[in-house]
């Protein structure tokens, strides 16, 4: 199972400057106590209810900038989840919680590399073959459409 606390959400989140900077970490901060219990008891509970649930609740709070909510849940029932709010990682300048998060998925799916947390050369094939093997262009690059087709659970044989 994917573990989403909010070192996870810190290192997924797009960084704001200034004022906004601030009231960003002090909302990840204490969103973190509160996350286990909230994906329980709304059943965010599978890979891909887990993996779309940091880009959601960033496109809802202006990432992570507001607890104030802009529209209802019936304005998305139904909607794709917004694609930009995922780090784009990549070999040689990412590591921490969001390429640990990516290596978990990759090995689960088969692709072994290292649970480590650094974005190296393992790594690198590792995304290129699911890349592959998805459709994707297999440049080593984990973008939108990386995240998004590690999350169907049609890959390596292993249901999401």
């Given amino acids: 199972m994917l573990v989403i606390d909010a070192d996870v959400i810190w290192a997924l989140a797009p960084r704001q400057s200034d004022h906004g900077a601030v009231r960003q970490r002090e909302n990840v901060d ?6 286990a219990s909230t994906l329980a008891a709304y059943h965010i509970d599978t890979p891909l209810r887990i993996a779309y649930f940091p880009t959601q609740v960033a496109e809802e709070s202006d990432s992570f900038c507001t607890t104030e909510e802009y529209a209802s849940g019936n304005a998305y029932e139904g909607a794709e989840p917004p694609g930009g ?3 784009v990682l990549h070999r040689g300048s990412s590591e921490g919680p969001a390429v640990a998060l990516l290596q978990q998925r990759l090995s689960a799916l088969g692709y072994p590399a290292a649970l ?31 995240w998004a087709a590690l999350h169907e659970p049609v890959y390596g044989g292993v249901g999401a």
């Fill in 85 to 87: 709010g995922l780090t």
């Fill in 30 to 35: 204490g969103m973190g106590a509160a996350l």
């Fill in 116 to 146: 480590d947390g650094d974005f190296g050369a393992a790594a690198e094939l590792a995304v290129r073959h699911f890349q592959a093997a998805a459709g994707l262009n297999a440049e080593g690059v984990a973008g939108a459409q990386t």
